[in-house]
């Protein structure tokens, strides 16, 4: 291996790496220490050394704030972890890591800039460990810069002294050692004519100077750009509102003054820890230093330059994480990509743009609070450098496995400009296709792996439409009770298992969204595992539908009922996303807990409202001809959320009870759930027919309720718009769910059926509205509930969608060998759920799009069949074409055309043939 060689200014000697085929070299200075008379000048030549550099450490870091301070910031647990890392002004260092076994190997070369804010970063970032991609045949350079006051000070002095850069001495650091990589990177078994520049957040924004720098020309072949095209809605903001040079020299001005020097030879005589203390307190009240518009080596905004030509010319990839920088839903780094390279293709159409997004789960790190991150601003390091193994943060094999696609990505583009080939493992890479305007393709980064799509479908642009299920079709959330807290919804629900053997095996997980994006939905983690419960420590009981308080403690309380007892239990938590822990068992003022006393009746699905110091418990299951259950059971609970202040009264029958009452044909069954609306109260439950959500309203917390109607069926049951009213339109079962509040709106949550059995549910959620009177009409389900509106006509929508599926035998509840949603693999595999066992007659509908101007109708079937699907917006009426397919064991494409078509429509796909069908998914045609 090369573990010695020479650059211009003498021998360097490196060490092995973690893989001994590697070798590192580390803390390589590139440029003069940048301290006493060469702070705030350009940067200054290297003075060569004698005998041979040994190159084993980082380089101290640029000045910034110590790192790791401050637990509560991810960043001080993700990766700026170490306080006693060294920082110093003299920190022009670069490090190498490299395959090469010869200076004659002339390899690609991939040169990294780190981000941070242009105030923060650093190359000894464990996240940017090099070695994953010097495995895949590359040499990693990642190159050190000034930051903050030290890299993009301005004043007259400067100017003065130094009139073509006086400012943004940071990217005159990058651009020095990126040509220090052109002139010696040979002597590494680089190749100077194979330079690939990339980097993150602030340091893709410097890779865009330094592409708009012409001076770069001949050296950078590709680049990279990861969330760094960055615009928001405010303009203002400092970062994304570069100063000119007076202003600049106004700013710098103010912060001498501020430190209490008079001219810039005083302000040399600092020290840095004089200065960085100086500038933190500065930054207080004023604007923190960034780079500039100088004049000189920036001209204009670097991004403006890309858009217009005026740049170098190569091959770029960028993209973002699905939850940085978001406003009103609308990630800005994904508007501003796709902006960006929209124009840049037209004023260049034979460059290529590649456009990703990262959007895996990504697991809690343990810290109270923050139990899901979401796809967090930069989270997606790990990945492109395949160095997940150093994350504290729980990952699994599938993270791991996108990483290594991830990195493949990253090295094919490095060795090529285009990131296609193979893998490391020599398997072909899915295909990702260039960014155009004709072909709007994208490449998802996903926790089931790299996925290619084309814009549209689900997530329209750079924001996800609300669909049904809300939740990823490889979730089953039944059971769902919504609270908004804050500025969020969450769900919380019972957890069923794909393909489950019976209902509740999961322990209780939480998601939840921002109330203006209800398409965004975060996995919150694990909250509650079934074996906190003392009387579960084995876990063979299951967790049944829970809900939640809010006490008058400011804690959230947790009610559930286990399986096997007949006993309410309760978990607390300081957030509304846990961990919850075990806090007690609802009991009466002597001790007997709740369902053990004589005369108590088995407790079942407890629903819950706090008003001041009172909690207002309503439990109980009724099955159809069990006299020996009377009802649902209204409780109240002292302030302790333990202690019961009102014993047990009925406050609705069940079916044995229930004639001549006004609950008669709905009857209380289970589900109780209580929620408020103005001054009333609406007890929601789960009737006895079982596949409809039924209301109940008093003036008053314990009745007496009257009946009201039914809010939604899971069958759509007593819908007559589209059908006749009693023909069931999906395959129903039991239901589950409650209604909320959100921005203004209020909507009813409930859940639906897969797998053909009744043990893996899926939440589901329609719009409600309450009459004058406080009437809820019952709502139609749709496949697009929290939506807002109707659906998008543009893009590929998978057929899990749909929220009509049925046979001419109308047949009400669940059977197995029914058409059905179906997911493939097991449980936790994050696939794309698909409708199975398509048969002649089946009717399948999607509610509702918006159309504009549909010509045509394209889908994705498997399995073997041999017919056709009519197409109708209007079961009533005749097809508007119908589209021949023809079985085979892959997913193919048919399509069909039909006159254009305009307006909010239903879509439903009726299939008439033989065989057994599958469907993938469906796109209009324009």
């Not at 190997?105 to 940017?128: C, H, N, R, S």
């Not at 609950?663 to 759930?673: K, T, V």
Request: with cysteine; hydrophobic share 35%.
């Amino acid at each position: 291996m090369l573990r010695e060689t020479k650059v211009e200014n003498g021998k360097v000697r490196g060490l092995p790496g973690n893989d001994p085929r590697i070798t590192v070299f580390k803390g390589i200075p590139f440029a003069a220490p940048p301290v006493e008379e060469n702070r705030w000048r350009p940067p200054q030549p290297v003075k060569d050394w004698e005998g041979t550099l040994n190159a084993y450490e980082f380089g101290p870091i640029s000045m910034q704030d110590t790192p790791g301070i401050g637990d509560k910031l991810v960043y001080n647990r993700e990766w700026h972890v170490d306080p006693q890392i060294k920082k110093s002004e003299d920190s022009l260092y670069l490090n190498i890591w490299t395959p090469a076994k010869a200076a004659t190997d002339k390899l690609p070369v991939l040169v990294w800039i780190y981000g941070g804010g242009f105030q923060w970063g650093y190359t000894a970032e464990m996240e940017f460990n090099g070695e994953a991609l010097a495995e895949r045949g590359i040499v990693v350079v990642s190159i050190a810069y000034r930051l903050g006051c030290f890299g993009f000070m301005a004043h007259p002095e400067i100017t003065a002294e130094s009139p073509n850069a006086p400012s943004n001495f940071g990217l005159l650091d990058q651009k020095a050692g990126l040509a220090w990589v052109k002139r010696n990177i040979a002597a590494f078994g680089g190749d100077p004519d194979r330079i690939t520049l990339a980097g993150q957040s602030a340091g893709g924004a410097s890779v865009q100077h330094q592409l708009s720098c012409m001076d770069n020309k001949d050296i950078i072949k590709a680049a990279a750009v990861f969330s760094g095209f960055i615009r928001l809605n405010t303009p203002d903001a400092d970062i994304f509102n570069p100063l000119n040079l007076q202003q600049a020299e106004d700013l710098g001005k103010e912060f001498f003054e501020s430190l209490g020097v008079k001219d810039l030879e005083e302000a040399r005589a600092l020290t840095d820890e004089q200065l960085l203390e100086g500038y933190n307190k500065f930054s207080q009240d004023h604007r923190r230093m960034f780079p500039i518009v100088d004049g000189f080596f920036s001209t204009e905004d670097p991004t403006e330059a890309i858009i217009k030509g005026n740049c170098v010319d190569v091959p770029i990839i960028a993209g973002n994480t699905t939850d940085e920088f978001s406003e009103a839903g609308v990630n800005m780094v994904e508007l501003s990509v796709k902006d960006v390279f929209l124009k840049a293709k037209k004023n260049r159409p034979d460059q290529n743009f590649y456009y990703y997004r990262f959007d895996p789960d990504i697991p809690g790190d343990g810290y109270k609070g923050d139990a899901y991150p979401g796809t967090f601003h930069s989270v997606d390091l790990w990945f492109f450098f395949n160095s997940l193994h150093m994350c504290h943060r729980p990952y699994e094999g599938r993270h791991f496995d996108l990483a290594c696609q991830m990195c493949d990505y990253f090295a094919n583009f490095i060795k090529t400009g285009d990131p296609n080939g193979n893998g490391k493992d020599r398997t072909p890479l899915p295909k990702w296709a260039p960014y155009t305007d004709e072909a709007r393709s994208e490449m998802e980064f996903l926790g089931r792996g790299s996925s290619p799509k084309v814009e549209g479908g689900i997530r329209q642009g750079s924001k996800k439409q609300a669909v049904n299920p809300y939740l990823p079709s490889w979730e089953y959330i039944p059971d769902g009770e919504p609270y908004v807290f804050g500025d969020r919804v969450y769900v919380y629900g019972s957890h069923d298992l794909c393909k489950g053997e019976t209902f509740c095996l999961g322990d209780y997980v939480c998601w939840s969204a921002p109330i203006n994006d209800l398409g965004n939905w975060h996995y919150e983690g694990v909250i509650y595992p079934k074996t906190a419960d003392p009387l579960n420590p084995d876990g063979h009981m299951c967790l049944y539908a829970p809900d939640v308080t809010l006490g008058p403690d400011g804690r959230y309380y947790l009610y559930y009922v286990l399986d096997k007892v007949c006993v309410v239990s309760v978990a607390v938590a300081d957030t509304p996303v846990g961990p919850f822990e075990f806090y007690g068992y609802v009991h009466y003022e002597d001790g007997t807990k709740l369902g053990e006393k004589e005369g108590d009746e088995p407790q079942f699905d407890p629903g819950v409202l706090t008003e001041g110091d009172e909690t207002y418990l309503y439990t109980g299951f009724c099955g159809q001809g069990d006299k020996s259950r009377h009802g649902a059971m209204f409780t109240v609970l002292d302030k302790d959320m333990l202690t019961i202040k009102k014993a047990p009264e009925f406050v609705a029958p069940g079916n044995c009870y229930s004639k001549g009452t006004t609950f008669e044909d709905h009857a209380f069954f289970e589900a109780p759930s209580i929620r408020k609306h103005g001054d009333t109260y609406y007890f929601i439950y789960s009737s006895e027919v079982m596949h409809e959500l039924c209301y109940a309203t008093s003036d008053k917390p314990e009745g007496p309720f009257t009946y009201g109607g039914v809010i939604v069926s899971n069958c759509d049951k007593h819908i007559g718009t589209y059908k006749p009213a009693e023909d069931p339109s999906a395959y129903g079962a039991n239901n589950h769910g409650s209604i909320i509040e959100i921005g203004g709106e209020w909507y009813i949550f409930y859940h639906r059926h897969t797998h053909g059995t009744w043990f893996s549910r899926q939440g589901c959620a329609e719009k409600i509205s309450f009459e004058a009177d406080g009437q809820i009409e019952q709502v139609e389900i749709t496949s697009c509930g929290l939506n807002g509106g109707p659906l998008s006509d543009i893009g590929e929508y998978p057929s899990y969608i749909a929220c009509n599926i049925f046979t001419p035998e109308k047949k009400m509840y669940v059977e197995e060998s029914a058409p059905r949603i179906v997911q493939e693999g097991s449980d936790g595999e994050q696939n794309d759920g698909y409708i199975k066992g398509i048969v002649d007659g089946t009717t399948i509908g999607f509610k509702y799009f918006d159309l504009k101007d549909a010509k045509g109708l394209r889908i994705k079937t498997r399995a073997y069949f041999d017919g056709e699907f009519e197409i109708k917006t209007d079961l009533s009426k005749e097809p508007l074409a119908k589209i021949k397919a023809i079985g085979s064991n892959i997913w193919t494409a048919h399509e069909t055309g039909f006159d254009p078509v305009s307006g909010t429509k239903a879509l439903y796909l009726v299939y008439k043939g033989t065989g057994n069908c599958s469907l993938k998914s469906l796109e209009f045609l324009h």
